[in-house]
Each structure stands twice: as C-alpha cells, then as structure tokens.
C-alpha cells in the first residue's frame, strides 16, 4: 500500500469513527405531534419560546447538584431568590419571620443555602415555616434543620407518604448524603390557605411529577405596587421519567392550576426549577433596572395563562410521541 493510500484509508476511518460516534437524529414528528407543538409555539408568543424549546424538544436535561449558583437576590420587596440556576429556593419574608418555599439538597445546607441567605441580609434563625413543593431530596434537603429549630415544615399527605417510603434507589447508587428528612409536620389540604406573618398562600395540588406535588399562590409588593405570584412546584423536566398515566394527570393538574391562577389573578411567573423560563435574563434585568421601569417577574395574566398552555402542550405532545 502507498503512503497516500495509506493516509487515505487512515482519514476513512478516522470519519467513521467521528459519524460513528454522533447520535442518531431524531425521528420527525408525525403530522398529529407537529400540530401540537404548533399550538404551544403559538401560545408562546415573544415571551415563552424558550419553554417550547426546552418542553417540546428531545435534548431537555434535569436540574443538576452542581448548576451554577446564582446571586442572591431580593425579586419583590418581600420575595427572595436563593439556590442554584437549577434549583431556587424562595424566601418570603413577613413580620413574623421568613418562609421558606424549599430548602434546596441535603448536602448543600451549610455551603449553598445559609451562606446565601446571610449574604442576602436574612438570618436563617428567623426562619419560621418551609413550604415544600414535593417530595423529593432537592426540595426538602435543608428542611430538617430548620425544624430541629422550631419551624413548621407543610407539605401534601400523598407526599409525607413519599418522603417516608421513598421508592428503591437503582442498583449501585451511592448511599444519600448530607441532613435526614424533615419529619412529618403540617399536611397542606388543596385549596386551603395558609395564613403566615399576614401572608395568605393558597396551596394547589398538582399531581403528575409527584403523587402531592404542589402549587403556591401569594401575594408580592414592589414599592407601592402588589401582584399576585404562582409557583407551579412540580414541574416535569425529563418526561420519560413519567409513564403515561402520570403525564395525563400532569395535563389535568396544569389545566386545574391554570383555572385557580386565572380566577386569583396570577401575574407574576416564578419556578424552583427555572430552567425554562428566562430566569437567568430576568435576574440581569431586574440587576440593571431603573426606576420606573418594568418588573422583569412580572408577565401579566395572560401571559402567565400561556405559559401553562406552553406547558400543557408540551406535555401532550411529549405523550403523543409514544
């Protein structure tokens, strides 16, 4: 074999190799799932498009333990966003202490959370109630130690029942680490309110990513200004998690929280999973932000009513893909 010959068949395989090693493309949509991920793109509008992007496709990816931490950051007047861009812990701050809604991973109490807190001028002992979004570790990783200090720790039943019988970890995974649980506190009933520090909050069962996933509902001021916050606290990042079954009942739930937020007056988008709702750029905004401009949370109704729609889609399309 020649020498050119041989550069030639070693830069053929070397192209094997390179195609070899790519995945294959995804299959295209049938005309029936197309139709729907048009419906979300035209409820999208200029403000949602990354949400398609991310809940329609077939490259989303789940919250991370080691996503980037974001910069403490007080959103409303009585609203904070502490955490990871991943994984948000919000804090709502009252006359009678602060309330968390999550506490983040077990692991990350004393290097993400309490530092995060006090660098945002909170103090964690006056932390009185932690609102749980569901029942798995990266919500309710720090709650134990607030508890163990007096707080009150709400989450759903159907949940409790999770926390105490958590499924069999997969073969070979490492043990868990960092706080236990919290133990079982106050059991948050659909609809209720609960009243803390002279804030209201009304708790929405969401099942779907969780049997007793749950949606919050308050109140947030800005200067002499009020809106009305939702934070869906269940959202699906990786829908071949969820069997069939689960993503239909997740349709429902969107379908029913879209009823409570439009009835409530919901105009203000928050997540404790913000991977798909321009959080990242809303934070720079509201960093640079001037006085009488715009709040960057706040979308208005309608635009929050099609940020659920997107979801609601994505998830029937997802389900139609079967």
Not at 93 to 106: N, S
Not at 195 to 203: A, L, N, R, S
Request: hydrophobic share 45%; net charge negative.
């Amino acid at each position: 074999m020649t020498q050119r010959c041989r550069a030639c068949l070693l830069a053929g395989l070397a192209f094997t190799t390179a195609t070899s090693a790519q995945p294959p493309p995804a299959p295209a949509d049938s005309p029936a799932v197309a139709a729907i991920v048009e419906r979300a793109r035209a409820a999208a509008g200029s403000e949602w498009g990354e949400a398609v992007d991310f809940l329609c496709g077939t490259t989303g990816r789940p919250n991370r333990a080691d996503d980037s931490e974001i910069m403490p950051t007080r959103v409303f007047d009585n609203l904070y966003a502490l955490g990871r861009s991943g994984t948000v812990v919000w804090a709502l701050t009252t006359p009678d202490g602060i309330l968390l809604i999550d506490a983040g991973y077990p692991d990350q109490l004393e290097s993400v959370l309490l530092p995060q807190m006090r660098a945002a001028g909170l103090d964690p002992a006056d932390v009185r109630y932690v609102l749980i979004g569901h029942g798995h570790s990266d919500h309710f990783g720090g709650a134990s130690y607030f508890q163990q200090r007096g707080a009150r720790v709400a989450l759903s039943a159907a949940d409790w029942e999770l926390i105490e019988n958590p499924p069999p970890a997969p073969a070979g995974a490492p043990a868990a680490a960092g706080l236990p649980p919290p133990r079982r506190d106050v059991v948050v009933a659909d609809g209720e309110p609960i009243v803390f520090g002279g804030v209201e909050i009304t708790p929405v069962l969401i099942p779907g990513h969780t049997p007793g996933a749950l949606g919050f509902v308050f109140r947030v001021a800005d200067g002499a200004r009020s809106h009305t916050a939702a934070l869906f606290g269940g959202s699906i990042l990786l829908f071949n998690r969820i069997p069939d079954d689960g993503l239909r009942q997740y349709v429902q739930s969107l379908e029913r929280f879209g009823a409570v937020t439009r009835r409530l007056g919901v105009d203000v988008e928050i997540q404790n999973h913000p991977l798909y709702d321009g959080f990242g750029a809303k934070l720079d905004r509201l960093a640079n932000r001037r006085a009488g401009e715009a709040h960057p949370f706040v979308v208005g109704q309608d635009a929050y009513q099609r940020f659920l729609t997107v979801m609601a889609e994505c998830a029937n399309a997802q389900l139609a893909r079967r």
